[in-house]
């Protein structure tokens, strides 16, 4: 049920763009992102709930296609601010209403 | 205070001691979450309440893992003959959210770092 994310790790150039894909071999109720800097606490960034559903966040926008089962998270224009380790967290219709799910997560490195 | 609260923010334990962790969440979330997170992976799941009330449990690891939260506000995960494997960071989260809370943010702590020797 572990939904899987990709790619494992990225290595971008301040300025360069990147995607993350997450996806679910069960159909998707919701989809959270988070970052989490090492040593501290994951913060959330956004939620999608609806098929089709997309949403942005300052430079940082996501997509949820429904029929897929995936998940995709945009950053545009990367700034060293967005280094850290992303994660997709699931919920699937009928799971538990507290129970996400979260990908292994994405490493993400901006250098000047 | 102003986000989720943990403490302690770092256990040493020995194999075989018992262990309390401290989650204090925002004040008014009715859902709080406790999560397993190993070195290099994502949070795991290991249960959930809502309010005072645990509705779910199931990814506790074992028996000797045990949750309360007794009056909807402060929770406790205690471990007790604490294993090796029980080595990781305990991340508790809170939300507003409450029935199919689906579409309620996560605020997350800053972890309690738990090492068994």
């Known amino acids: 049920q572990q939904p899987v994310q990709s790619p494992q790790a990225v290595i971008l150039r301040e300025g360069e763009d990147a995607v993350i894909n997450c996806s679910s071999s069960?159909?998707?109720?919701?989809v959270h992102w988070y970052r989490q800097k090492h040593g501290e606490a994951p913060v959330f960034l956004m939620i999608?709930?609806?098929?089709?559903e997309q949403k942005g966040h300052e430079k940082i926008s996501a997509s949820f296609n429904e029929k897929k089962q995936q998940s995709s998270l945009y950053l545009t224009a990367s700034q060293l601010s967005y280094s850290g380790t992303y994660f997709c967290?699931?919920?699937?219709?009928?799971?538990?209403?507290?129970?996400?799910?979260f990908g292994k997560g994405t490493k993400l490195s901006v250098k000047p | 205070g102003a986000g989720v609260s943990q403490s302690p923010r770092y256990k040493v334990a020995k194999r075989g001691q018992d262990v309390a962790l401290r989650c204090d969440p925002i004040?008014?979330?009715?859902?709080l979450f406790w999560y397993q997170q190993a070195l290099g992976q994502g949070p795991e799941f290991l249960t959930y309440?809502?309010?005072?009330?645990?509705?779910?449990k199931s990814g506790l690891p074992s028996d000797r893992f045990f949750a309360e939260r007794p009056e909807g506000s402060v929770s406790t995960l205690k471990i007790q003959r604490t294993q090796q494997e029980d080595s990781a960071v305990y991340l508790c989260?809170?939300?507003?959210?409450?029935?199919?809370?689906?579409?309620?943010?996560?605020?997350f702590g800053n972890g309690t770092r738990l090492t068994v020797t």
């Open positions: 989260a809170s939300s507003l959210g409450g029935p199919g809370q689906g579409n309620s943010p996560l605020h």
């Open positions: 069960k159909a998707l109720y919701s």
């Open positions: 999608l709930l609806k098929g089709g």
């Open positions: 967290g699931t919920g699937y219709y009928g799971g538990s209403q507290g129970n996400l799910i």
């Open positions: 004040s008014g979330h009715v859902s």
């Open positions: 309440f809502q309010n005072e009330a645990q509705l779910d």
